[in-house]
C-alpha cells in the first residue's frame, strides 16, 4: 500500500518508481519524526503587520551529497536525484546503516539569459547529519559526489505548495517585486529548499536568493 502511494506520487511529478524504492521508503517513513534542521544565523527579518515577508540568513561550510540531473522538467530532475540520495541515506553507503534525514534539501536551478525559463541541470544537494560532517559515508553511486560548500548568506522567502517551473519562476518574479532593485544578489542563480516531502500538498518551501559574496 506504501509502495502504491508513492507510485500515484511519483507520477505526479511524470516519474515511475523503481521496485527497489520500497526499502528506502519504508525506511525514510519509519524515521520520519527524527529530522535534522541545517545549522543557520538569522541575520535580519523583513515584513509588515507582525509576518515575515522574507529573512536574511547565513549557513555555515558544511557536506553535502549532490546529484545533477538534466531531465526535460524540473520535477523529474529533482525526483530522480532524491531517489539516488534516498537509497544513500538508507543504505548505499560505506557504514550501511540509515544516515538520518536533515531538512532542508536545497536544488540549486539557472535561469536561462533571458530569465524566461530554467536551464535543464538542477543540482539537489542533502546536507550531511552532524554526526558525519567529519567523515562522511561514501555514497556507492557514483553518480553522488560529497562537496565542501562554502558558507552562503541568502534572502529567503516561504511559499507553499507543488514545486514545477511554472510556479518557481512566478516566486521569483513575486520575491522580485517584493526587494525591488538590488545588486546585492545573483540574477541567474536561485535555490528552492523543500522542508516536506512531495506527498504533502500543500508543502513548504523556500525560495532563496543568493547574496553577492
Known sequence: RL????????????????RDMAGPIAQMVRHSQAREPVPYVSLSQHGKCEEAAYEERRYPAGKWACVT??????EQSISMSFMKLMRYICKENSVGCHLGMTIPVLNEIHLTKEGTELEREVLT?????????????VPMDPEIHITERAPLRVITRVFY???????????????????GSTDTVLRETYIVASYENPSIPRRRNEIWFICQA
Open 3 to 18: 509502495f502504491a502511494h508513492w507510485e500515484a506520487v511519483a507520477s505526479t511529478h511524470r516519474v515511475s518508481l523503481p
Open 69 to 74: 540531473m538534466g531531465e526535460p522538467m524540473y
Open 125 to 137: 544537494a542533502y546536507y550531511l547529519p552532524g554526526v558525519f560532517q567529519q567523515n562522511p559515508p
Open 161 to 179: 505548495g507543488i514545486t514545477t517551473e511554472e510556479t518557481i519562476l512566478r516566486e521569483i518574479s513575486l520575491f522580485w517585486e517584493l526587494l
